[in-house]
């Protein structure tokens, strides 16, 4: 189950929603709002999706762990908007007859969504600075700095 | 042909909009235009995404399409920054 959502996540109702006799496992994994990221203070986090390919991307995310892993029930949940600290941005819920392929295919779904889904995360700093956070940029930005010192 | 390109996080924030429609040009009527000339035409569009635009992500119909991919107008095109969720 596949769920992109401007409501709080109810990561309770997530874990029993996998749950089922034929698994021997229950595997949760939650992203929670961090304070201090390299030592700079986050006020409040905006995601914001693209939600039509975001949608598509986390069903095939579904359905690539079906094919790798042995698992029985998927739920992936992420939420957009404003977050506050400790607020839960993503829920992904995982069982498998055995705890291995439930771990395995619990952090491939977290790794591979980070990689591949289109969501964005802006951060809102204490400071009042405001930035979109995107992997590649920063290192572009961090070389750049690197040559000029 | 003109085609709209819908823009999402930093790129929509230096555009100033969610979509631009980015008139792609340099072609003869045969051929259709790819994401390499929708690149060029949404820098021409938007001049100030120069300076992100070698990091910028495109999707076709919710599929990320390289810049050799085909498009027409009916296509569902976005371009985007490289993905930040989780």
């Given at each position: 189950?596949?769920?992109?959502?401007e409501?709080?996540?109810?990561?309770?109702?997530?874990?029993?929603?996998?749950?089922?006799?034929?698994?021997?496992?229950?595997?949760?994994?939650?992203?929670?709002?961090?304070?201090?990221?390299?030592?700079?203070?986050?006020?409040?986090?905006?995601y914001?999706?693209?939600?039509?390919?975001?949608?598509?991307?986390?069903?095939?995310?579904?359905?690539?762990?079906?094919?790798?892993?042995?698992?029985?029930?998927?739920?992936?949940?992420?939420r957009i908007g404003a977050?506050?600290?400790?607020?839960?941005?993503?829920?992904?819920?995982?069982?498998?007859?055995?705890?291995?392929?439930?771990?395995?295919?619990?952090?491939?779904?977290?790794?591979?969504?980070?990689?591949?889904?289109?969501?964005?995360?802006?951060?809102?700093?204490?400071?009042?600075?405001?930035?979109?956070?995107?992997?590649?940029?920063?290192?572009?930005?961090?070389?750049?700095?690197?040559?000029?010192? | 042909?003109?085609?709209?390109?819908?823009?999402?996080?930093?790129?929509?924030?230096?555009?100033?909009?969610?979509?631009?429609?980015?008139?792609?040009?340099?072609?003869?009527?045969?051929?259709?235009?790819?994401?390499?000339?929708?690149?060029?035409?949404?820098?021409?569009?938007?001049?100030?995404?120069?300076?992100?635009?070698?990091?910028?992500?495109?999707?076709?119909?919710?599929?990320?399409?390289?810049?050799?991919?085909?498009?027409?107008?009916?296509?569902?095109?976005?371009?985007?920054?490289?993905?930040?969720?989780?």
């Amino acid at each position: 189950m596949i769920e992109l959502t401007e409501q709080p996540i109810d990561f309770n109702a997530i874990t029993e929603s996998v749950q089922s006799n034929a698994a021997g496992a229950v595997v949760l994994f939650l992203g929670t709002v961090r304070e201090f990221t390299k030592g700079v203070q986050t006020d409040w986090l905006e995601y914001q999706a693209y939600p039509e390919m975001a949608t598509a991307s986390m069903s095939k995310l579904e359905q690539e762990c079906r094919d790798t892993f042995t698992v029985t029930e998927i739920v992936i949940s992420h939420r957009i908007g404003a977050l506050q600290l400790g607020d839960i941005s993503v829920a992904i819920a995982v069982s498998a007859p055995h705890r291995t392929q439930a771990f395995d295919a619990g952090r491939w779904l977290i790794d591979t969504l980070k990689e591949r889904v289109p969501i964005w995360k802006k951060e809102h700093f204490s400071d009042g600075r405001e930035e979109w956070q995107h992997p590649v940029i920063s290192q572009q930005q961090q070389q750049q700095q690197q040559q000029q010192q | 042909m003109k085609i709209s390109v819908l823009l999402f996080a930093a790129a929509r924030e230096i555009a100033g909009c969610e979509s631009l429609a980015v008139e792609v040009s340099g072609i003869t009527t045969n051929d259709a235009p790819t994401i390499g000339d929708l690149r060029a035409g949404l820098l021409h569009a938007e001049p100030r995404l120069a300076g992100i635009s070698r990091s910028l992500l495109w999707a076709v119909n919710n599929e990320y399409a390289n810049d050799s991919r085909l498009v027409s107008e009916s296509d569902s095109v976005a371009c985007f920054p490289p993905v930040s969720g989780g």
